[in-house]
């Protein structure tokens, strides 16, 4: 017998999206300030959700900077807007390639971080949700490679979790499935 399907529905939204979205938009938030606008406005617009990057106010690129983080955590807070706070942990597992020939070569957009770095704003900042990106991927970007190995996850997730955050997995495909699923039955997630 089928399990009946939960029809429940939550808005999730992504305040500046990942990666490079600065360009595609003049819309897309900058400062610490305009990410926490945009947070509480989509709250109050019905998101249950509102997940986070930050961004270098100058340029409007990606950023891991704990400052950022934390400005843009205790204004969504200070405001007393009903929402939940879902920060990234996927910056700093970066490579990009000089073109497919020099594979052994890190080019210079690479940016590469260990599990402490890259999760210290989540246990600095101590948001309700934190996204667990659950394997190697790409997404079509020219010669880029998301790197995530388990070995890395499973230090991550215990970061996380003795922080006292809920992790959000996020799978792009099935081998991501698979190693959430190894990750829970090891007792990480």
């Not at 938009?25 to 249950?48: C, L, M, Y």
């Not at 934390?70 to 007393?80: C, K, L, N, P, Y």
């Not at 700093?92 to 940016?111: A, L, V």
């Not at 900042?125 to 991927?137: A, F, K, Q, S, V």
């Amino acid at each position: 017998m089928p399990l009946a399907m939960n029809r429940d529905v939550f808005i999730t939204c992504a305040v500046t999206g990942s990666g490079g979205t600065q360009d595609r938009s003049p819309h897309v938030p900058r400062s610490p300030e305009q990410i926490a606008k945009s947070a509480i406005d989509a709250a109050k617009a019905g998101a249950a959700v509102v997940h986070c990057h930050v961004r270098d106010p100058e340029t409007g690129k990606p950023s891991r900077d704990g400052r950022l983080y934390r400005e843009v955590t205790e204004r969504i807070r200070d405001s007393g807007t009903d929402v939940v706070l879902n920060l990234t942990a996927g910056m700093g597992g970066d490579i990009y390639f000089e073109g497919s020939e020099d594979m052994g070569r890190m080019g210079p957009r690479s940016d590469m971080a260990g599990a402490t770095e890259r999760v210290a704003h989540v246990v600095e900042c101590r948001p309700e949700i934190c996204t667990l990106d659950c394997g190697t991927m790409n997404f079509n970007e020219a010669d880029y490679v998301m790197v995530n190995t388990p070995g890395m996850l499973r230090d991550m997730a215990r970061r996380m979790t003795a922080a006292g955050v809920r992790i959000e997995i996020e799978a792009f495909d099935t081998g991501h499935l698979w190693l959430a699923k190894e990750l829970a039955r090891e007792g990480v997630i």
